[in-house]
């Protein structure tokens, strides 16, 4: 599957963002979608997933309570709404599709348990 993000841009402490991801050549209801950022010099970070429907999201505990993830399986889109944005938010997001579900939290906060990446979308949180 192909996956395109964007959303990113530069924000200022306490401002909030919407990150996109659409796939554009499979249907994403067929897969478990996540987020995962890269900070500067740090390794890749999950951040978020959510399996077929909003009833099962998952989320860092560095994130829990300020971002918001969801899907449109008829728009083909999946989103992460990030609010009370801190310095430490700084990153390159990317999204990444599994088609594994049922997988949990543990298993969804690996970068190996999925298959498909997007390209990164520049998150810049200045204060």
């Known amino acids: 599957v192909q996956l395109q993000a964007s959303g990113g841009g530069l924000v200022k402490a306490g401002d909030s963002l919407r990150l996109s991801c659409v796939a554009t050549?499979?249907?994403?209801?067929?897969?478990?979608m996540g987020w995962f950022r890269e900070g500067p010099g740090k390794e890749r970070e999950f951040v978020s997933a959510?399996?077929?429907?909003?009833?099962?999201?998952y989320y860092s505990d560095s994130v829990k309570g300020r971002f918001i993830i969801s899907r449109d399986n008829v728009k083909n889109t999946l989103y992460l709404q990030m609010n009370s944005l801190q310095l430490g938010d700084t990153a390159v997001y990317r999204c990444?599709?599994?088609?594994?579900?049922?997988?949990?939290?543990?298993?969804?906060?690996?970068?190996?348990?999925?298959?498909?990446w997007g390209q990164g979308t520049q998150v810049t949180v200045s204060s």
């Open positions: 959510i399996g077929w429907s909003h009833e099962e999201t």
């Open positions: 990444a599709a599994t088609p594994v579900f049922n997988g949990g939290h543990d298993y969804y906060s690996e970068p190996s348990s999925f298959n498909y």
């Open positions: 050549d499979r249907a994403l209801v067929s897969y478990v």
